[in-house]
């Protein structure tokens, strides 16, 4: 079964560090998304991305965050300068199309000390 | 006003119980409706999409009333595996929004 993978599982990384986290989406998804959830609380909509573009972000997604999709078949989230509410589990999700369900990934876990 | 709106439980249920979980949405916009569960500390994993109809996957029958922004999630028989968060999930544009989901535990 097709499936969302994400990389790496865990980073630990200091405060003011750049971090790349990585995702494959499920390839024939033309949708992708990264969501955060921070521990104990709810998952939280970062980005969505369509051909080529940042279709929508959040409030939560500033000058800080970035997004690329490098080649046919990664999409990656860059965080510059981490600070310590960074913290959290990061999902990479991909959808076939714009209506139908997203599949998430198993997560980044980040940790920013 | 939040997007999503969920009881955040808990909820513990006996094995063999049935068990409802309700949800509002704010956005009479929203296009697509979906539960997902959580185990601790993994992805959310698409259970069930969720249609005006009401639809059914064995004990799990979901149901939306878009005229009260209302859905349901049903679950008959419960099983210790179901033991989860149930995240009731959105669609509005671009963006999935997520409720804080319920917590379910079903005891033995």
């Known amino acids: 079964e097709p499936e969302v993978t994400q990389t790496p599982s865990h980073q630990v990384t200091q405060m003011g560090q750049e971090v790349i986290l990585r995702c494959v989406p499920i390839s024939n998804h033309l949708y992708f998304y990264w969501y955060r959830q921070i521990l104990g609380q709810k998952v939280e909509f970062l980005v969505s991305f369509y051909n080529n573009e940042i279709s929508e972000k959040s409030e939560i997604f500033d000058d800080q965050f970035s997004v690329e999709r490098p080649d046919g078949s990664n999409f990656t989230l860059k965080i510059r300068s981490t600070k310590l509410e960074d913290s959290a589990m990061y999902f990479c999700?991909?959808?076939?199309?714009?209506?139908?369900?997203?599949?998430f990934g198993q997560g980044t876990r980040l940790t920013v000390v | 006003r939040k997007e999503v709106e969920q009881d955040p439980g808990p909820f513990n249920v006996p094995e063999g119980a049935t068990v409802a979980f309700n949800c509002t949405y704010s956005n009479s916009a929203s296009q697509s409706f979906f539960w997902y569960r959580q185990d601790c500390r993994k992805e959310p994993k698409l259970l069930m999409s969720?249609?005006?109809s009401g639809n059914e996957d064995g004990r799990f029958t979901a149901q939306l009333n878009r005229a009260s922004q209302y859905i349901s999630l049903l679950i008959r028989d419960s099983k210790l595996s179901d033991s989860a968060t149930y995240l009731c999930?959105?669609?509005?544009?671009?963006?999935?929004?997520f409720g804080t989901g319920t917590s379910l535990t079903v005891i033995p």
């Open positions: 999930v959105v669609r509005t544009g671009n963006q999935f929004y």
């Open positions: 999700a991909s959808s076939e199309e714009q209506s139908t369900e997203a599949f």
């Open positions: 969720v249609y005006s």
